[in-house]
């Protein structure tokens, strides 16, 4: 791996306190538009907005890196196929929350090198933080003014803190009900986006498990936070998730998890 990842945080998360500025302009100004893609989500002229500052600043730091994006133009698997490092870029994640006046929406900008997320940096635009990690070089927490080291285990797991979409539906999914007999008694913390992961990967909380679709630019970048600060990211089976090998870009389901033994109480 190009050890000069690291170097390029501070552009990164440049790039994407713009685009968290443009996200937060566009609400402010409650006069956007909506529309509905062809799965039937959200898009607003937030998402664009942030997409085309994300996309010009990667493609300004450097040109021969290409992007994909959620809010770009699909790019055919038989072109992407043949990418050794590309970005992978969600330009505003959790866009629900976002149109209902949440703060719990993120900015999700991953560098993944032969189908492994090797950077990934989540802005919380209304918080002005940023998670950083490069692989194998820690992960942070930053805000303006302070970087702090994070960690999955900062705190004790007595009883063990889930964390879980607002969805309804994903709470009645049978592998839920299937996980928390394994569990036990159990502290579930309702969150939006790839927030979820972020919990996970300062120790705020335990798991993270997911059932419902997700795609792989809603994650990459928590993997890398998560798997830099200790945790893991992995697939029901325990492996973990790799990119870019298949032409759908929807991910199975997934656990995010603080320690290996949670991994091994998941997956077993």
């Known amino acids: 791996m190009d050890q000069n990842y690291q170097s390029w945080l501070p552009n990164i998360i ?3 306190e713009e685009a968290a500025k443009a996200i937060l302009t566009v609400r402010e100004s409650k006069s956007y538009q909506i529309s509905s893609k062809s799965d039937h989500s959200p898009v607003t002229t937030a998402d664009m907005q942030a997409h085309h500052i994300i996309e010009q600043g990667l493609r300004f730091l450097d ?3 290409p992007c994909l994006s959620e809010e770009g133009e699909p790019v055919p ?8 490092r590309y970005w992978l870029v969600d330009p505003l994640d959790g866009t629900q929350d976002f149109i209902q ?3 719990e929406f993120v900015i999700n900008i991953a560098l993944i090198e032969n189908h492994i997320p ?13 998670y950083c990690a ?23 797991r007595s009883p063990i803190r889930v964390v879980q979409s607002h969805n309804p539906l994903e709470q009645t999914d049978p592998l839920w009900q ?12 309702l969150c939006s986006s790839a927030l979820k992961i972020c919990l996970v990967a300062k120790g705020e909380a335990d798991i993270y498990p997911r059932f419902g679709p997700t795609c792989e630019w809603d994650i990459a970048a928590g993997q890398c936070l998560l798997e830099a600060a200790g945790g893991q990211l992995v697939d029901l089976a325990g492996q973990s998730l790799r990119y870019n090998l298949r032409s759908s870009l929807e991910n199975s389901g997934f656990y995010a998890l603080a320690t290996p033994e949670l991994a091994r109480a998941c997956c077993g």
């Open 14 to 16: 440049s790039i994407a």
């Open 101 to 103: 006046g949440g703060n």
């Open 118 to 130: 090797v950077l990934g940096v989540i802005c919380v635009p209304c918080r002005q933080e940023f």
């Open 77 to 84: 698997f038989e072109v992407r196929t043949k990418w050794s």
């Open 134 to 156: 490069v692989r194998g070089g820690g992960a942070t927490l930053q805000t303006r003014h302070t970087s702090v080291s994070i960690n999955t285990q900062q705190a004790p």
């Open 178 to 189: 299937h996980l928390l007999l394994k569990l036990g008694a159990c502290e579930i913390r």
């Open 63 to 65: 040109p021969a890196i």
